[in-house]
């Protein structure tokens, strides 16, 4: 279903140049295309235009009729989407690709991951008969995620924008929705309409479950109201008028997406004085950065009831998968057993209000103060013998040269000893090129980039000249058994993540200074972990051995080889 959504959009895309009116549309044709008889009389019509019967049927279905370009082949489309069968699944897929990997579309804004909107259900912990509440539901990707409860709660969704209200109540019927009352508000100026029967006119409607994912516009400028405890509002921190209308309309529990910055910076202050004051967080989850397109800062999940105790802190920066561009959450079963049973791991804390620090709530700096009480450690430098910057040597023409390969990091293996390098050069035969010139077993980082990039060299560097260039930093071990533990350990889930906050605490990059100071566990040292780390390197190498077998074998059946 998901590849025929994605070639109606496409073919829809040809006739209009709004793409929201362009999913909408696709999603009304496969909505048509559920109904047989209605599907057979649009298709037997001789009619230029698509029949009358067309609109009437999404009028029938709460659904606002989008214009149809006359040129359109609307029996072309709906003859692709009529045997498509609804799956949840599926719908969540097109979406997530329409949105999030196709960036260009710049449907970004208006959907959350659905890794998150999963992880969101579960940590909300759904009951029959329960009211939900989204402010801020964009294009109603959530809808997705909650399409198991569809018959069982009361789903309300609000966004100030009608076209993404549109897309989402054409999602609501698509899921069987039954309870689901979606309109557009501004809710800083407005509230919505839909309210139970035993509440009066003025009174405001708290809802027993929240999840608010706000937009961070800080050209919005809102004002606080006077009897707000958040207030005054400030423009650098634009969730915070969000996240105070959620603490007023939340009966049991809810859950905001928040940047981590108002967590441990000038700019929360009053915000994590406020909740703690009140005992209102629950759980803090810190999430893997790169989530969120076009979103590079750092996120977390604020989980707020009522009436708290403690507070549960879980890091889970290291729990992703590269993506393409993004970073996919990974792990949420694991997230969700620390969530019920809140004990303290490697990744988790639970803690009393009163041990609280509160310049500083983010996850990682408690599980980190955790780990570090049971775990000493030191610094990378003290392992090295040497760590130096690559340099550009011009090449030459003439005599008394000498041939050398330029090393870039195009050369590095991904999984293994880099051994293979082609750039064969002459260079002038000075003190400078044997100064450079790297050695078996040293290690070598990408100075810059979002996410490091790592190699070892191997034997084969004893007979050549290999220059690192001005891009490349090279760290020279102690001892070669030191060399594979600690690439391996730059590669593992652990490594990697502190070695990417170097770099992103750096400008996106990293420097003699930075690495020598990243922190390694004193166990690093003991000969039986070192021994264990090494066993781990050959298997990875024998790994990354068998996927260049397969990458090979793979271009050889697509004849990129000849």
């Not at 967590?263 to 929360?268: R, V």
């Not at 993506?323 to 490697?346: H, P, V």
């Not at 750039?423 to 100075?447: A, F, G, H, T």
């Amino acid at each position: 279903m998901k590849e025929i959504l994605l070639q109606v959009f496409q073919y829809i895309q040809k006739y209009n140049e709004d793409n929201f009116d362009v999913l909408c549309l696709t999603l009304e044709f496969l909505l048509a295309g559920q109904n047989k008889s209605l599907s057979l009389e649009i298709l037997d019509s001789k009619e230029n235009e698509i029949p009358q019967s067309f609109y009437l049927y999404l009028e029938k279905h709460n659904v606002e009729r989008v214009e149809i370009h006359p040129k359109l082949n609307y029996k072309k489309i709906l003859k692709m989407v009529q045997n498509c069968k609804v799956n949840a699944q599926e719908l969540e897929s097109f979406i997530q690709t329409i949105a999030l990997q196709k960036t260009i579309l710049k449907f970004y804004d208006y959907a959350t991951p659905a890794e998150i909107n999963a992880l969101v259900c579960g940590l909300l912990h759904l009951q029959k008969n329960e009211s939900i509440f989204n402010p801020c539901c964009g294009m109603g990707s959530w809808l997705l995620s909650l399409s198991a409860h569809h018959n069982e709660c009361y789903f309300f969704g609000i966004d100030i924008h009608p076209k993404l209200i549109r897309i989402a109540k054409v999602l609501a019927v698509l899921l069987n929705f039954k309870n689901c009352h979606l309109e557009v508000a501004d809710i800083f100026k407005q509230f919505i309409s839909f309210k139970g029967k035993d509440h009066l006119k003025n009174e405001v409607r708290k809802f027993d479950k929240v999840f608010c994912h706000p937009p961070l516009l800080t050209h919005l400028n809102l004002k606080s109201p006077k009897d707000s405890p958040l207030a005054p509002y400030t423009k650098i921190a634009p969730e915070i008028p969000f996240l105070d209308f959620v603490l007023s309309r939340f009966h049991k529990k809810a859950v905001i997406i928040i940047r981590s910055a108002l967590l441990n910076k000038s700019i929360g202050e009053r915000l994590r004085d406020y909740l703690v004051a009140s005992n209102l967080i629950e759980t803090i989850i810190e999430l893997p950065t790169n989530l969120f397109p076009h979103q590079m800062g750092e996120f977390c999940l604020l989980v707020l009831s009522s009436n708290n105790k403690r507070i549960f802190f879980i890091d889970a920066q290291s729990f992703y998968l590269k993506e393409g561009k993004y970073n996919k959450l990974i792990n949420l079963e694991e997230i969700l057993d620390l969530y019920s049973f809140k004990q303290d791991t490697n990744v988790s804390r639970l803690l009393d209000y009163q041990s609280l620090n509160l310049e500083n709530l983010k996850s990682s700096y408690y599980v980190q103060e955790c780990v570090e009480s049971k775990n000493q450690t030191i610094n990378l430098g003290e392992i090295l013998e040497k760590c130096y910057r690559g340099a550009r040597i011009e090449n030459k023409q003439g005599k008394d040269l000498i041939g050398c390969y330029d090393l870039g990091i195009k050369d590095f293996e991904a999984y293994g000893i880099s051994d293979s390098f082609e750039d064969y050069v002459l260079k002038p035969n000075i003190n400078r090129l044997y100064e450079l010139k790297v050695q078996p077993y040293d290690i070598l980082l990408s100075i810059r980039g979002v996410m490091p990039k790592v190699a070892i060299v191997g034997k084969s560097a004893a007979q050549k000249i290999l220059l690192p260039n001005a891009g490349i930093l090279v760290l020279r071990v102690q001892n070669s058994l030191l060399a594979k533990a600690l690439y391996f350990y730059f590669l593992s889930a652990r490594g990697h993540l502190e070695l990417s906050k170097i770099y992103q605490s750096n400008n996106e990059r990293i420097g003699e200074k930075e690495i020598k100071q990243m922190p390694l566990s004193r166990d690093f040292l003991d000969s039986q972990i070192l021994e264990d780390y090494n066993e781990s390197f050959y298997e990875l190498c024998a790994c990354g051995e068998q996927i260049n077998i397969q990458k090979q074998g793979i271009a050889k059946l697509l004849g990129y080889d000849e």
